[in-house]
C-alpha cells in the first residue's frame, strides 16, 4: 500500500491522499449511513490529467477502487471496502456553455443545481433534478442514471447526456455517444449511464439544456387520505395529461417539513398532499390546470391552491425536495426503499406498505414521484435498539417483496449499491445476471471498478477468473 | 449486512461539554445538503472539512472510536470557521453551533488552544487590559503607523490592515436626534472592540435609534459578550461574561438590548442555552436574552425613517452571525434601503463567510485568506464602492483584504451609512 500511496502522492500531492483511520472516517459512508465501509485509502485528484493518472496507475497495479462524487446516494453505491476510493468532487469545472445549441461540457464534480443556475441566465436548465440536486454531482448522476420529480415529463439522466468521456479501468480513455445526437453503432452511451461506477469513470459529460418553459403553474392538492390522493394520481395519469411533476407527500413526512427551516406551507393536518406541476406553452395551461383542480377534487381534495408566484412556487419545492433531509427529526437513524409499481396499483401498494408498517410497528414515511409510481417509504428508527433494528429490517423486505409482487421493479433511481443487491435474485433471472455480468466484462474484466456492487457475486460464473480481484471483493 | 443494524455503545465521554450536547449529533441523516453551504469545504475540498464530515469526527468521539486525542478530528474541528452557514442549509436542524462548542470545549481539555488564541481570550475577559489592548489600536491608528504598514507581508501586515480598516469611510457631522420614546427604552452593548475601534458606529447606533423613536440608555457594568470564548471551547469563561451581562442588562431596566455586532447579538440571544445548566441563571438569562436585538431589525421595525440622499454603490455583505445564527435577512437590507440615493449592487456569494470568524483569521490564517480570497473578487465583481456589512470581525477582515489588494472599496456598518444620511438632512 505504501508503494502505491506514493505513486499516488506523486500525482496529486501528498496532502491529497488520506490513509490515516480519522480522515478516513468522514468517507465510510454516503447519503445512507446504515452501511459503512472503510477505504483503504481515498485520492482527490484536482484535474482530468491527474485523474487519468491516477486511473492508469490503479489499472497497472491491478488495484481495485470505487468512484465517489458528493456521497449522497442513497444505496450505497459508493461505499469503498477496503479498495481505493477515487473522490471526483475536485473536478468542478463548467468547461463550456453553448447557448445556441443547448448543451455544456462538465466535469464529473460539478454539482447538479449549479449547472442550472449558470445556465438560467440563457433561458435554460438542466433537467433531470434529484432531490439532492444541490448536492450531488453530476458524475454521479451518470453512474446511477439519476431521476427526480421532473423526470415524469423530461426523462431521466440518460435523456440528458449526448456523449461522455470515460477512463475504462484499464485506463483507455474513450469517447461515448456524440455532441451531435445520434451515433452509429451499438448504444455504448446507454449502458453506461446507470452503470454504478462499474463500467469506468467519467471525465467529462457533454449534456443537453433545456429551454425554460414559457409557462409554469405548481398546484397543492390537500387530502384527507392517502387513498384519495392516489386515486387522483390515477386520474390525471389516465386523462392524458403530461404533468411536469405530481409528487406525493403523506402526513408524517409533511409534519417533518413543516417543523423545518424549509416549512413550505403544507396543510399540517393533511393525510396527504399531492404537488403538481404543468407546464408549457401558455396557449391551453389554463384549461389543464382547470382539469387537474377537477381531477383532485372528484377524488376528494379538501383544497387546491395554485403558487402565486414564483417565490412560493419555490418554497413549494424546496419542502418536497429537503424531505428526506427533515426527517432526521423524528428519529435518530433512518432508511429509504426505493421501488417502482405500476401506477394503477399505487393504492393496493401503499396500503400493504402501510399494514406491513403497522404489523411490524415501525414509522414509514412516504414521500414520492407518484407520477412514475415511484414511491420512497423512509423508515425512521433508532439503531441503538436491536429489537427495533430488526423489525425495520423485515418490514423493509417485506415492503419490497410487496412491491415486486405487485409488478414493479426494486430501484427507480437509487440504483443497486449495496443495499439492493439481496433483491436482485428475485427480480432477475439467472440467464439475465449472467447477460449483466458478460457486458460488464467488456468494460471491466477484472472487475476492478466498484467491486461487489450491483450484482451478487454469485451470479458471474466467469468471476472465478480473477483471482486476484476476487480475493479483495471478498476481503 | 442489513444496513439497519448497529451496536450499541455508551457514550464514551461522559460529563464533556460534547456529551452534553450531544444528542444533536443525532438528527444529522448525512444527506449532505450542507456541503455546497460550507466555505471550508468549498475551499479546502475535504469532506473533513465539511459539517458533515465534522458531524461523522464528534460521533466517532462519542462512539469512542476515535479518541479526543486524535490529531485529524482536532485539525479539521480546528478548521471550522464556525459560521454556521449549516444550519440554514439543514433539513434536520443539527445545531451543529452547539455541537462545535462542545466538541471545541472538550478537546481543549486534551490539548489546549494555540497561545495566541489563549492570549486574545485572556485579554477580552479582563477589563484593563483590553482597555490598553484598544487604546493602543487607536493610538496606532492616529500615529498612522497601521497606514504604514498594512501592506507589509505577513500577519503583522495583515494586523495593521485590519486596524486601518476600522476607519470609517463616510464623513458626518454630529446631529441632535430628538426622540419621543414611542417606541421604548433600548440599552446598548457597547462591546469590546466596538467601543474600542469602531466608536463612532455606536455613536450612530445610539443616533439613529433615537432618530427612530426609540429612547436610549446606558448599561454599566457590561462585559465582553463571551462568544470568542464560548467559540474557542472555553465555555466557563463565556458563562463568567454572560452572568455579568445578564446582570448588567437587568440593573439597566430597559425594555430591550441593541446590539450592533452580530457575533456579540448572536452570543447574547444564546444565553439561556449558555447558561442551561445553571439553575440561578438560566431563568434570568432566557429572559434578558428575549430582550436582544441586532440594531437592524429595531431600525427596520420602526421603518427606518428615510434620510438625505447619499449616492454610493454599496453591496451588502451578511454577517454570518447575523444571517445564519439569528436568521436575520431582510432587516439589514431595510436599513440600506432607507438611504435615498444609495445604489444596492448585487453580491454573489453574500451568504458565504468571509473567513474573519472571531479570533479564526489570526489562528487559521491560511484558510482564512483564501476563503477571503473568493469573497474579494466577488466583491470586486459586483462594482460596488462600499461593502456593507454589521460585525467588526466582517468590517476589518473583509477591509484588511481590501487594502491589501489595492482595492479603492471600503467597508462600512450599515448603520454608519443610515446615519451618515440622516446627517445630511440635519445640515443647515
Redesign the interface.
Known amino acids: 500500500m505504501s508503494a502505491l500511496r506514493s505513486r499516488l502522492a506523486a500525482i496529486v500531492g501528498d496532502d491529497r491522499i488520506l490513509t490515516r483511520t480519522g480522515e478516513l472516517r468522514s468517507y465510510e459512508a454516503d447519503g445512507l449511513p446504515g452501511y459503512q465501509k472503510r477505504p483503504s485509502l481515498a485520492v482527490f485528484p484536482g484535474t482530468r490529467d491527474e485523474t487519468v493518472a491516477v486511473v492508469r496507475v490503479l489499472a497497472d497495479t491491478g488495484t481495485p477502487y470505487v468512484a465517489r462524487g458528493a456521497g449522497t446516494g442513497l444505496s450505497g453505491g459508493a461505499l469503498a471496502d477496503d479498495v481505493v476510493l477515487l473522490g471526483l468532487h475536485r473536478l468542478k469545472r463548467i468547461i463550456s456553455i453553448d447557448r445556441d445549441n443547448a448543451r455544456a461540457v462538465v466535469e464529473p464534480g460539478v454539482v447538479n443545481s449549479r449547472l442550472t443556475a449558470e445556465t438560467r441566465r440563457f433561458g435554460l436548465h438542466y433537467a433531470p433534478d434529484p432531490s439532492s440536486q444541490t448536492a450531488c454531482t453530476i458524475g454521479g448522476n451518470v453512474a446511477e442514471n439519476a431521476g427526480g420529480p421532473h423526470c415524469l415529463k423530461y426523462g431521466v439522466t440518460l435523456n440528458h447526456v449526448l456523449a461522455l468521456t470515460v477512463i475504462l479501468p484499464d485506463g483507455t480513455v474513450v469517447t461515448l455517444g456524440s455532441p451531435n445526437g445520434e451515433q452509429e453503432g451499438y448504444d455504448l452511451l446507454g449502458a453506461f449511464i446507470g452503470s454504478e461506477g462499474c463500467f469506468g469513470v467519467v471525465l467529462d459529460a457533454t449534456v443537453r439544456l433545456t429551454r425554460d418553459p414559457a409557462a409554469i403553474r405548481t398546484l397543492l392538492a390537500d387530502f384527507s387520505s392517502v387513498d384519495a390522493a392516489a386515486q387522483a394520481v390515477s386520474a390525471i395519469i389516465a386523462s392524458g395529461i403530461v404533468a411536469a411533476a405530481l409528487e406525493m407527500m403523506d402526513a408524517n413526512t409533511i409534519q417533518a417539513v413543516e417543523a423545518s427551516i424549509y416549512a413550505a406551507g403544507y396543510p399540517t393536518d393533511a393525510a396527504a398532499i399531492l404537488l403538481i406541476e404543468l407546464d408549457g406553452p401558455a396557449a391551453g395551461l389554463e384549461d389543464d390546470v382547470a382539469r387537474v383542480i377537477q381531477f383532485c377534487r372528484s377524488a376528494g381534495a379538501r383544497d387546491v391552491r395554485v403558487a402565486s408566484d414564483p417565490a412560493d412556487r419555490a418554497r413549494l419545492w424546496q419542502g418536497r425536495k429537503k424531505a428526506f433531509g427533515a426527517m432526521g427529526r423524528i428519529s435518530p437513524h433512518l432508511v429509504v426503499q426505493d421501488a417502482v409499481v405500476p401506477r394503477t396499483k399505487l393504492p393496493a401498494v401503499l396500503a400493504t406498505i402501510q399494514r406491513i408498517a403497522t404489523e411490524h410497528r415501525v414509522n414509514v414515511c412516504n414521500v414520492f414521484h407518484a407520477g412514475d409510481g415511484n414511491l420512497h417509504p423512509n423508515i425512521g428508527y433508532n439503531a441503538d435498539d436491536p429489537d427495533e433494528a430488526a423489525r425495520v429490517h423485515v418490514a423493509m423486505t417485506e415492503m419490497m417483496q410487496a412491491c415486486i409482487d405487485a409488478g414493479g421493479s426494486i430501484t427507480g433511481e437509487h440504483g443497486i449499491g449495496l443495499d439492493k443487491l439481496q433483491y436482485m435474485d428475485r427480480l432477475f433471472t439467472a440467464p439475465t445476471l449472467e447477460a449483466m455480468c458478460a457486458l460488464r466484462a467488456v468494460f471491466d474484466p477484472d472487475r476492478r471498478s466498484n467491486p461487489g456492487k450491483v450484482i451478487p457475486i454469485h451470479s458471474c460464473s466467469e468471476w472465478r477468473a480473477a483471482p486476484s480481484v476476487r480475493a479483495a471483493a471478498v476481503r | 449486512?442489513?444496513?439497519?443494524?448497529?451496536a450499541?455503545?455508551a457514550c464514551a465521554l461522559p460529563g464533556t461539554p460534547l456529551a452534553a450536547v450531544s444528542a444533536g449529533i443525532?438528527?444529522?441523516?448525512?444527506?449532505?445538503?450542507c456541503?455546497?453551504a460550507c466555505p471550508t469545504y468549498l475551499t479546502l475540498?475535504?469532506?473533513?472539512d465539511?459539517p458533515?464530515?465534522r458531524i461523522?469526527?464528534m460521533r466517532?468521539l462519542v462512539e469512542g472510536?476515535?479518541p479526543p486525542t486524535?490529531?485529524?478530528?482536532r485539525t479539521?474541528i480546528d478548521r471550522c470557521l464556525g459560521c454556521r452557514a449549516c444550519e440554514?442549509?439543514?433539513?434536520?436542524?443539527?445545531p451543529y453551533g452547539q455541537l462545535l462548542e462542545g466538541t471545541r470545549a472538550t478537546l481543549a481539555r486534551v490539548s489546549p488552544n494555540p497561545w495566541i488564541a489563549r492570549f486574545i481570550l485572556f485579554v477580552f475577559a479582563r477589563r484593563p487590559l483590553l482597555w490598553l489592548a484598544m487604546m493602543g489600536g487607536r493610538v496606532t491608528r492616529a500615529l498612522r503607523v497601521s497606514a504604514l504598514l498594512s501592506r507589509i507581508p505577513g500577519r503583522v501586515g495583515f494586523a495593521m490592515a485590519m486596524l486601518e480598516a476600522t476607519r470609517s469611510p463616510v464623513q458626518r457631522a454630529d446631529y441632535i436626534a430628538s426622540s419621543d420614546g414611542t417606541r421604548g427604552s433600548v440599552a446598548l452593548l457597547t462591546g469590546c472592540v466596538m467601543e474600542g475601534l469602531f466608536a463612532d458606529t455606536n455613536r450612530a447606533t445610539a443616533r439613529t435609534l433615537e432618530a427612530n423613536g426609540y429612547r436610549t440608555q446606558p448599561a454599566p457594568g457590561q462585559r465582553c459578550c463571551g462568544a470568542l470564548h464560548a467559540h474557542a471551547g472555553d465555555l466557563d469563561t463565556a458563562r463568567v461574561l454572560a452572568r455579568a451581562n445578564v446582570a448588567a442588562f437587568e440593573r439597566a431596566g430597559a425594555e430591550l438590548v441593541a446590539v450592533n455586532a452580530s457575533g456579540c447579538g448572536a452570543m447574547m440571544k444564546e444565553y439561556g442555552e449558555l447558561l442551561a445548566d445553571d439553575p440561578e441563571w438560566h431563568e434570568r438569562a432566557k429572559q434578558v436574552a428575549s430582550r436582544v436585538r441586532d440594531v437592524t431589525e429595531l431600525l427596520a421595525a420602526a421603518g427606518p425613517q428615510p434620510g438625505a440622499p447619499l449616492p454610493l454603490a454599496v453591496a451588502y455583505d451578511a454577517p454570518c452571525h447575523l444571517l445564519h445564527a439569528q436568521?436575520l435577512s431582510e432587516p439589514p437590507l431595510r436599513v440600506l434601503g432607507a438611504v435615498t440615493g444609495l445604489e444596492l449592487l448585487p453580491l454573489e456569494g453574500s451568504e458565504h463567510c468571509c473567513g474573519s470568524a472571531g479570533i479564526y483569521n489570526l489562528i487559521e490564517p491560511e484558510t482564512s485568506a483564501r476563503v477571503l480570497d473568493v469573497k474579494l473578487e466577488n466583491i470586486a465583481r459586483s462594482g460596488a464602492s462600499i461593502v456593507a456589512t454589521g460585525n467588526p470581525g466582517c468590517l476589518m477582515q473583509i477591509g484588511a483584504g481590501l487594502l491589501r489588494t489595492g482595492s479603492r472599496a471600503r467597508v462600512a456598518h450599515p448603520v454608519d451609512l443610515l446615519d451618515a444620511s440622516y446627517s445630511r438632512a440635519a445640515l443647515p
Open positions: 449486512m442489513s444496513g439497519v443494524t448497529r450499541a455503545a443525532d438528527a444529522c441523516v448525512h444527506c449532505g445538503f456541503l455546497q475540498e475535504d469532506e473533513n465539511s458533515r464530515g461523522v469526527l466517532a472510536t476515535l486524535d490529531a485529524d478530528v479539521h440554514t442549509a439543514c433539513p434536520s436542524g443539527v436568521r
